[in-house]
Each structure stands twice: as structure tokens, then as C-alpha cells.
């Protein structure tokens, strides 16, 4: 029985001065700027639980795409064996699924959520619990550049690319904080999508904040286990409204999780993707 839920979703909102909004990555301690300069606004929004039709979507239609795989490698406790266990598998998994060439995972995050901790150690990260999309137009083409040779990024940048992340859930089922995606078809990409700079202390990045929506369509499937895993489009160079561009997500604490359920864990790899 599909479990559908209303979870408390925090959405973007602008800097009320009209400034570019920005967040402060990993700010150090002598600065008395704040970490960011925009607001959250939260709202209850109907999550669909869509586990035993998860077929239904795909990349190309909603964005995001389920599908039931173990990984070879379970501990996920030290970055150099994800990087040289996982990140292998990985390329064949998604290689697979999407039919693409080429595909080079340029990092990943490993989450462990603590009750009670800041998220901000880099170490000790946690469910992201606001509505983003992880990459602009802008910080995809900038990725290119600059995880590949100069002599192979512009011919790369002319075919099909798209940035993908892997995520699953490690350890046991995620129960605790699952994974919330927002159907692109239910996106108004003109409206709902603002970018915010990441300032780094040596670069900039930039990410989508999500501005609320009433007719996003969000979905989940409940208890997905280290067995399954999702893909996430973060971004498509086909922008001609034939597929699904990228899928605003988000962490969400669910009203109906039992008490004792042990706090979520999981990890997700983030992919540049080509085809010929």
C-alpha cells in the first residue's frame, strides 16, 4: 500500500534588498558575515509515496529515475575505497541505465544524520532539509572545465551532456529523513528557479534555490533500501522542452517515521555525463 505523506518543505525565498543571493561555503570564524543571505519559507506539501510504480519515471520525463542494483562496496567508511570501489561500479550502473559514453564522477558526499549537530563540518554531513537543484546552466558548463583536460572539454560541450547524481541509501533502509524529488513536469522553470552563488574561499559555484510552487508534484519511495537507488538530473544541455531539464530535491523529515528509527544514512555521487 503506497504510503503518501505531508512533510513541512522549506522553500527559497529572495534577499528582500534585491541582492544576488549567496551562501557562505564553510565560512571561517573571523568573518561576521552571516553563512547566507537569503530565508527559508516552509509549506506542507503532499509527498507520494510511488513504490510499486516507480517505472513510471524516467530521466527523460520526471527528472529522476528508481532502480534496484546491490553496490559491491558496503562499508562507504573511507573516501580513497568509495573512490576506487564504488566509483567504478558506479560509472557501469549508470552507463547502463542512461546509455551514455563517457561519464566522469567528479565528487561525493557521504551523510550521517546526527540529531542535534550542525551540518556545516564537511565531515559530518547531514540531509540537506531546503528544495534545491544542485547545478545552473552556468556551474555545469564551469564543471566541465574543470574536471577535464582543456583539450577535451569544448568537443565534450558540443554533444549531449548532463549532470547526474547516484544516491542510495547505506547501512539499512532510509526510513528516517528520505529523499523527496519534485517532478519536472510540475516545474516552472521560468518562475520557481533562482540562482545562489556558492562562495568558496578560493571559487564561486552555483546552485538553483526553488522559489515555492503550488502545483509542484513531489514524490518518494518509502523505505528504500541500500539494495535500490535513485538518479537524480541535475542538469541536460537539451533544453528545447522535449526532457526533463533537472528535479528540484530535497531531504524530509516524515510524520509517520517510528520513534526509534535509526537515523538516516546514505551517499551520493555526482557525474558528468555524455553521450556520442
Known amino acids: 500500500m503506497a504510503s503518501d505523506t505531508i512533510s513541512n518543505l522549506q522553500y527559497f525565498t529572495a534577499p528582500l534588498d534585491g541582492s544576488r543571493p549567496h551562501n557562505r561555503i564553510y565560512a571561517d570564524s573571523s568573518t561576521t558575515k552571516p553563512p547566507r543571505n537569503w530565508t527559508q519559507e516552509p509549506h506542507d506539501m503532499q509527498i507520494e509515496d510511488v513504490r510499486g510504480k516507480e517505472e513510471l519515471y524516467k530521466l527523460d520525463n520526471a527528472g529522476f ?38 561519464i566522469v564522477i567528479f565528487d561525493h558526499t557521504i551523510r550521517r544524520r546526527r540529531p542535534g549537530e550542525a551540518g556545516d563540518d564537511p565531515q559530518k554531513r547531514q540531509p ?60 516552472d522553470v521560468e518562475k520557481d528557479l533562482v540562482p545562489v552563488a556558492l562562495l568558496y574561499r ?23 533500501t541500500p539494495d535500490e537507488f535513485v538518479l537524480i538530473k541535475c542538469f541536460d544541455s537539451i533544453q528545447d522542452g522535449s526532457v526533463a531539464r533537472l528535479t528540484p530535491h530535497t531531504g524530509f523529515q516524515d510524520p509517520n517515521t517510528p520513534e526509534g528509527t535509526p537515523a538516516r544514512e546514505s551517499i551520493e555521487l555526482r557525474a558528468l555525463v555524455f553521450y556520442d
Open 202 to 224: 578560493d571559487r564561486e559555484g552555483e546552485t538553483f534555490g526553488v522559489k515555492y510552487n503550488p502545483n509542484h508534484q513531489w514524490k518518494y519511495m518509502k523505505a528504500m
Open 128 to 187: 540537506v532539509s531546503e528544495v534545491h537543484v544542485d547545478q545552473t546552466t552556468a556551474s555545469s558548463i564551469a564543471r566541465v572545465h574543470r574536471h577535464l583536460p582543456p583539450t577535451e572539454a569544448p568537443s565534450l560541450l558540443r554533444r549531449r551532456f548532463q549532470i547526474i547524481n547516484l544516491w542510495r541509501p547505506i547501512s539499512y533502509a532510509a526510513v528516517d529523513w528520505p529523499l523527496a524529488l519534485c517532478d519536472f513536469r510540475s516545474v
Open 65 to 102: 529515475q528508481y532502480g534496484r542494483e546491490a553496490a559491491k562496496h558496503t562499508s562507504f567508511l573511507n573516501d580513497g575505497e568509495v573512490e576506487r570501489e564504488y566509483y567504478p561500479e558506479s560509472i557501469d550502473l549508470i552507463k547502463r541505465v542512461t546509455g551514455a559514453t563517457n
